[in-house]
């Protein structure tokens, strides 16, 4: 079986989530139909950030929207992690 590759998108965090959204806008138009996964790796408040992006994101009419939640290094090679993944058309 031959594997499929998505889109790694990374952002900072501090992109403009007001307005315009054009960053977000282009991850939207990125993803189409396909399967968002938001890593909220780099935040000390994973939960915050998570809930924040799904509003963003279904706002923006994303409609397959799951999260990646690592909180250790362990969580990144777990079964969850894998399933996750799975299909995803951008991370």
Known sequence: ??????????????EDKEGEKRILNEVASRVGSGKLVVATIATDSPDEVWTEYQALFRGLKVKRIEHLD??????ALSD????VMKEATAV
């Not at 079986?1 to 501090?14: R, Y």
């Not at 690592?70 to 969580?75: G, H, L, P, T, Y």
């Open 70 to 75: 690592i909180r250790a290094r362990e969580d």
């Open 1 to 14: 079986m031959a594997k499929k590759s998505g889109t790694l998108i990374v952002i900072g965090g501090h």
């Open 80 to 83: 969850k992690a894998s399933e």
